[in-house]
């Protein structure tokens, strides 16, 4: 590995000394990598969407949330605020810190969220309609807005320096990891708890989504929907998740005595300014954005050894994609896309890939694509499939894309 400036790269690294995860393939970090690794898919039919056009989704595990958090936050709390405070709690016991002893006025909160919950607006709109008003609940609100995923961890952790949301649609997890970083190295928090969380299958998401073509129409076989970089794949499949990661500077953490899982090397973020949902067909805005997060570690492409993909199973988006990486690399390295088993979790999908990226390098081992099985012919990659694949690795990227041209890229190193 060559870093064009090593002094600057070390420190500008941040360490990651814990995880959270919530996903369709597991609850827990060891749950969610132990079924990405088992590279099958989740998706079911998602009675929550009968009767609409596409009506299967990747659907995390039935949560009692009374358990998990107590009967009166858990009626109080959406479904993506649920996902991100357990992810949350998660990664902050995997780094070994009790939020009883730390100074809460250095800790920040950053969350990604593509567009908040709708999950308990039909009621309310129905008793709008009904012209009952009075009825509204007073909660609908603030139990929806996306801040929220962000502000109840502080509630719950006692986290009180900087906290927000950052939406950037299919981006925001990875934007909000970025941002974190920027935060340590700025000196304004000590610690940061960075992700992202989502529920994207609900009835109005996956209405709109259906009605832009967006998802697969494989309702014969959910199983076999989400299908990226396959030569038949038709659109992305639903998903909902949390990742969380804990992130502080090195010095931080070995001044804790904890060895951190990775580095936080780099940050790229660029538009496309091309189309509002579309992405630029030759992926010039997604280039940029790799070799901005790749300038900032220090690193050139001939360094990274793998490439957690976007890789949502549209036609478009895969294409854009490789034409990236192609742009980026004389050959790009390994690459998986792990929306063929979890789905497609919008706000969260980067958060969450982030942290598969984070494990991957921990166990030097990337996890397969589910449902590839003829690599499309126009697409010159490396995809793993079928099994995982036990790799060499020191460097690795997360690429995410969004709607509106937003692309955003983390690089991650391995620890020694």
Same mark, same amino acid.
């Given at each position: 590995?060559?870093?064009?400036?090593?002094?600057?790269?070390?420190?500008?690294?941040? $360490?990651?000394?814990?995880?959270?995860?919530?996903?369709? $393939?597991?609850?827990?970090?060891? !749950?969610?990598?132990?079924?990405?690794?088992?590279?099958?898919?989740?998706?079911?039919?998602?009675?929550?969407?009968?009767?609409?056009?596409?009506?299967?989704?990747?659907?995390?595990?039935?949560?009692?949330?009374?358990?998990? =958090?107590?009967?009166? =936050?858990?009626?109080?709390?959406?479904?993506?605020?649920?996902?991100?405070?357990?992810?949350?709690?998660?990664?902050?016991?995997?780094?070994?810190?009790?939020?009883?002893?730390?100074?809460?006025?250095?800790?920040?909160?950053?969350?990604?969220?593509?567009?908040?919950?709708?999950?308990?607006?039909?009621?309310?709109?129905?008793?709008?309609?009904?012209?009952?008003?009075?009825?509204?609940?007073?909660?609908?609100?603030?139990?929806?807005?996306?801040?929220?995923?962000?502000?109840?961890?502080?509630?719950?952790?006692?986290?009180?320096?900087?906290?927000?949301?950052?939406?950037?649609?299919? %981006?925001?997890?990875?934007? %909000?990891?970025?941002?974190?970083?920027?935060?340590?190295?700025?000196?304004?928090?000590?610690?940061?708890?960075?992700?992202?969380?989502?529920?994207?299958? =609900?009835?109005?998401? !996956?209405?709109?989504?259906?009605?832009?073509? %967006?998802?697969?129409?494989?309702?014969?076989?959910? /199983?076999?929907?989400?299908?990226?970089?396959?030569?038949?794949?038709?659109?992305?499949?639903?998903?909902?998740?949390?990742?969380?990661?804990?992130?502080?500077?090195?010095?931080?953490?070995?001044?804790?005595?904890?060895?951190?899982?990775?580095?936080?090397?780099?940050?790229?973020?660029?538009?496309?300014? /091309?189309?509002?949902?579309?992405?630029?067909?030759?992926?010039?805005?997604?280039?940029?954005?790799?070799?901005?997060?790749?300038a900032d570690a220090g690193l050139a492409p001939e360094?990274?050894?793998?490439?957690? !993909?976007?890789?949502?199973?549209?036609?478009?988006?895969? !294409?854009?994609? /490789?034409?990236?990486?192609?742009?980026?690399?004389?050959?790009?390295?390994?690459?998986?896309?792990?929306?063929?088993?979890?789905?497609?979790?919008?706000?969260?999908?980067?958060?969450?890939?982030?942290?598969?990226?984070?494990?991957?390098?921990?166990?030097?081992?990337?996890?397969?694509?589910?449902?590839?099985?003829?690599?499309?012919?126009?697409?010159? =990659?490396d995809v793993v499939t079928k099994v995982p694949r036990? /790799?060499?690795?020191?460097?690795?990227?997360?690429?995410?894309?969004?709607?509106?041209?937003?692309?955003?890229?983390?690089?991650?190193?391995?620890?020694?």
């Amino acid at each position: 590995m060559q870093l064009v400036n090593t002094g600057d790269a070390r420190r500008a690294s941040v $360490a990651v000394t814990g995880l959270g995860l919530v996903t369709p $393939a597991g609850i827990g970090r060891e !749950a969610a990598w132990a079924g990405l690794c088992a590279g099958n898919s989740t998706a079911r039919p998602d009675p929550e969407l009968e009767g609409l056009p596409v009506a299967f989704s990747c659907r995390v595990p039935d949560l009692d949330t009374t358990a998990l =958090l107590g009967r009166r =936050l858990g009626r109080r709390l959406d479904r993506f605020t649920v996902f991100a405070l357990l992810a949350a709690r998660e990664a902050v016991a995997d780094a070994r810190l009790d939020p009883g002893t730390w100074d809460g006025a250095r800790i920040g909160v950053v969350m990604g969220v593509g567009t908040g919950s709708m999950q308990g607006w039909q009621s309310e709109f129905d008793r709008l309609a009904n012209r009952t008003p009075e009825r509204v609940s007073p909660l609908a609100l603030p139990r929806s807005v996306p801040n929220m995923a962000a502000a109840e961890i502080a509630l719950d952790l006692g986290a009180t320096g900087p906290n927000m949301v950052v939406s950037t649609a299919c %981006a925001s997890g990875t934007s %909000a990891i970025g941002l974190a970083r920027d935060w340590l190295l700025a000196g304004r928090c000590d610690l940061v708890l960075a992700g992202g969380s989502e529920s994207a299958r =609900l009835p109005m998401t !996956a209405a709109c989504f259906a009605q832009m073509r %967006a998802l697969s129409r494989r309702s014969g076989e959910p /199983h076999s929907a989400s299908r990226p970089f396959d030569r038949d794949r038709d659109g992305f499949v639903l998903g909902e998740g949390a990742g969380v990661l804990v992130l502080e500077r090195v010095a931080d953490a070995r001044a804790r005595g904890v060895r951190p899982e990775a580095y936080l090397a780099g940050f790229g973020a660029s538009c496309d300014a /091309h189309h509002v949902t579309a992405p630029h067909p030759g992926g010039d805005g997604a280039a940029r954005a790799l070799r901005a997060a790749l300038a900032d570690a220090g690193l050139a492409p001939e360094d990274i050894d793998h490439v957690n !993909a976007h890789g949502t199973a549209t036609p478009q988006g895969d !294409a854009a994609e /490789h034409n990236a990486l192609h742009q980026v690399f004389r050959r790009p390295p390994p690459v998986t896309a792990v929306k063929g088993t979890i789905g497609h979790a919008i706000g969260g999908a980067g958060a969450i890939e982030a942290a598969c990226t984070v494990l991957s390098l921990r166990h030097q081992l990337v996890p397969p694509t589910a449902n590839l099985d003829v690599l499309d012919p126009a697409l010159y =990659l490396d995809v793993v499939t079928k099994v995982p694949r036990a /790799h060499r690795m020191r460097t690795a990227v997360s690429n995410s894309f969004g709607f509106g041209g937003q692309n955003a890229v983390l690089a991650f190193t391995a620890v020694d």
